[in-house]
């Protein structure tokens, strides 16, 4: 089957990623470094704290120059570029769309594909943001990375969400990102962030999906979806545990026999989403869960194993 260009450009930006995370570098991507040597400029415009940032990042397309400018809320308004020396300033989000960004640049130079604005094509604009996504994730955390976590586990199961902050913190990136990398080089496994709320009409405790990431052989519910399962809602509380549930829905199947471990997540819950305020309220708290199906179960005469 003959590929499309968007197939041809998703292919090339996974080859491109690959080429410049040769195995064995250190774990944190030289993003800014990365997009010097393919002659494309980062600079950091800081806008007034009062004030609207246009966007959080975006790709600039001039008649000799490429440049991928980085928004952030200051005190002050200002323009500076950012040097490979000054990476370590910039956040985890911020480095999220550096990456991103330079899949714009990068299709650019290599297919003359421009970026595509949302108000002229729906469908093409989020298309692009997917394949962009998805190369930032293999920039920032290539294949013989997670591949290297995986080989530091004694069991694959749930238990591994307690690494994630480690790993995450490891190559300078989100635990979003990380997890993400995960699911790609191990099976029966999916992580979600969930936010705890109240359905107005029952006070029935609820989650909020605020991420979802999983195997190709397990299917959770996808972002901003509810899950009310009560075993499995009732059981997700406190500060954090792991647990065996012989049996409950998530997103469109039954599952059997799945390992679940969670933990909280510092901040809160907030959606501006208007179907969110007028169905649930949010209480605030946030957790990190990881479904794995497969393996011994947890001992359930011991209950649950608090952490």
Known sequence: MTMTREQEVRSLLQSRARE???VGERPAAQLVQIANQLGVEVKLVLCPINGKTPY???CEIHAHSLQIVIYRHSAT???APINPSDEHLLSSRERFSVAHELGHCIAYQSCGLKPVQERDNRREYWYHERVMNEFASALLVPLWLSSRWRSQLANIDATCLFRVGDWAKECKTSPEVVVTALVRDMEGIGFLKVGEGLRVR????VFVVFHSSSSNNLTLP?????IDDTDF????KGKGGVISLPRCRL???ELNDLQVAWRTVSGKARSRRREFREAIRLSGSLYWVCAFIGGPAFDEDQGVLQL
């Open 202 to 205: 029952t006070d029935k405790r």
């Open 56 to 58: 959080q990042a975006r």
């Open 77 to 79: 308004a200002a323009v």
């Open 20 to 22: 410049l995370r040769p």
């Open 251 to 253: 997103g469109s199947i």
């Open 222 to 226: 996808n972002l901003y979806s509810h």
């Open 233 to 236: 809602v009732n059981t997700i």
